[in-house]
């Protein structure tokens, strides 16, 4: 089993939809959750971090976190052409030799004017 | 300001060469991580910086050596690579080593090894 796990895609939803990015991790001892966007060519970038059970908003952006499901979702609102791009979940637990962040493979979102 | 930046951001070298990558972040971050990407593949860790030490190598090839000047610079040397290290290389900088904190990546190195 992978440590960390999505949805394959690609995922394509009409602009002003919401599109729904999940992910589910294996390890519980897992403190820390990030969604990064990343266009194609370019480096990843920071959209959410989570901690804590429940929803965090960002504008059109929702993390979720269900710790006993071992679940973290992105939802985006009013979905724009501008988001379309590579969608990583990454999870990060302490180690003895330091924190790691692992990720998930990614999925592909694409958004039709 | 949560920039790190990369040089250069393409390089073309062949099997016998000998180059370096480098990074630099203005953050005070004291964690440092250099990770190698694929296409089409999520971002794979290969070292970490803590507080300019050494703290996690991933069992890379020594044809990889990593170094840590001072706490705003990261390099990256490379020697006797072979096409298959062909990738996206990527620094990120935290501001410290701890599960809580965000790494922010720079733009990456373009690497195509001939």
């Known amino acids: 089993q992978k440590e960390v796990e999505q949805n394959s895609g690609p995922l394509s939803v009409p602009e002003g939809a919401i599109a729904s990015l999940n992910c589910t991790y294996s390890?519980?001892?897992?403190?820390?959750f990030f969604w990064y966007r990343q266009y194609s060519g370019k480096s990843p970038e920071l959209i959410m971090s989570?901690?804590?059970?429940g929803d965090k908003e960002d504008g059109r952006f929702t993390a979720q976190l269900n710790k006993a499901s071992q679940y973290v979702s992105l939802l985006i609102r009013d979905s724009q052409p501008s988001d379309s791009a590579t969608y990583l979940c990454?999870?990060?637990?302490?180690?003895?030799?330091?924190?790691?962040?692992?990720f998930g493979e990614g999925t592909q979102l694409t958004v039709n004017p | 300001d949560t920039e790190v930046t990369q040089t250069p951001k393409h390089l073309v070298m062949g099997m016998t060469n000998k180059k370096s990558l480098k990074c630099e972040q203005h953050?005070?971050?004291?964690?440092m991580y250099w990770y190698k990407q694929k296409a089409k593949k999520p971002p794979e860790l290969m070292f970490v910086?803590?507080?300019?030490?050494?703290?996690i190598n991933e069992s890379v090839p020594s044809r990889f050596s990593p170094e840590c000047p001072n706490s705003s610079l990261l390099n990256l040397h490379l020697h006797a690579l072979q096409p298959e290290d062909s990738a996206l290389y990527l620094c990120?900088?935290?501001?410290?080593?701890?599960?809580?904190?965000?790494?922010?990546f720079g733009p990456g190195t373009r690497l195509l090894v001939l």
């Open positions: 990120a900088s935290s501001s410290e080593m701890t599960s809580r904190e965000t790494q922010y």
């Open positions: 390890d519980r001892v897992s403190q820390s």
């Open positions: 989570i901690y804590s059970n």
């Open positions: 990454a999870v990060n637990k302490e180690e003895t030799s330091g924190s790691r962040l692992t």
């Open positions: 953050m005070g971050h004291r964690a």
């Open positions: 910086y803590s507080y300019e030490k050494l703290s």
